[in-house]
Structure formats: C-alpha cells, structure tokens
C-alpha cells in the first residue's frame, strides 16, 4: 500500500481513542485502543448475563459504564468535527 492508503489525520485524542479521518472517507473516524474495545466488549456480555440472571442493578452499572464511553467518544467526534469544519454524518 502506499501512504496515502495507510495514513490518517488525527483530529482529537481523548482517552484510549482518536478521531481521525482517512483520506478515502468523507467523514472521520472513531479509533479505539485495542484493550479499550476488550473492555466494551466484556462489559456488553457482563450486561448481557445480568439481564439474563435478572440482576438489574448491575445490568444498569455495566449498561450506564458503556453509555458513559460511548457518550464520551461522540461528544469528541462531534467537536472534533466541528473544529475542522466537518458537517455530521447524521442529525443531532
């Protein structure tokens, strides 16, 4: 591949995950580390088996955990968008 295939700008950085757009796209992206999508995985199944069990209050933890990362990774996205003058790819 050549460079322009492999390369993206980065937008923002917050946490264990950038915004970053690759030149092929009209919109940017959302890169997330590695251990850090482990952990939304692991804490979507954890939910999954509290729903499951009937425990609530910790299907609740586990399910306002994820809201809070995902909540956080669109509010970056959206000003990091934003900043560069890039519309949103869906209404707010």
Partial sequence: MNEQATSAAILAIAGNFA??????????????????????????????ENLDSGDLDDARFAL?????????????????SRDVGFTLPYRV
């Avoid at 306002?64 to 990091?80: L, P």
């Fill in 64 to 80: 306002d955990e994820v809201a809070n990362i995902i909540s956080e990774m669109v509010s970056t996205y959206e000003d990091a």
């Fill in 19 to 48: 915004v970053v757009q690759v030149p092929s796209r009209n919109f940017p992206a959302v890169a997330v580390q590695g251990d850090s999508l482990k952990v939304l995985q692991d804490t979507l199944k954890e939910l999954a």
